[in-house]
């Protein structure tokens, strides 16, 4: 199941949005990654872009 809103700053996601999960499924959208350096704040784990 797709996460529909980020983890960090809860903005909701739209269709085709570019967004960030680590491997525990957390996820970001572009802009939190962007701030995060693409380490997820939660885990401490690499983000990376999910694929639409
Ligand atoms: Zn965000
Ligand atoms: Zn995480």
Avoid: P
Avoid at 11 to 29: A, K, L
Avoid at 36 to 42: A, E, L, P, R, Y
Wanted: proline letters at 0%; glycine letters at 4%.
């Amino acid at each position: 199941m797709q996460a529909t809103n980020c983890t960090r700053c809860a903005e909701t996601f739209e269709e085709g949005q570019e967004t960030y999960h680590c491997s525990h499924n957390c996820t970001f959208c572009k802009e939190c990654t962007e701030t995060m350096n693409s380490i997820c704040q939660n885990c401490g784990e690499t983000l990376v872009r999910v694929e639409q």
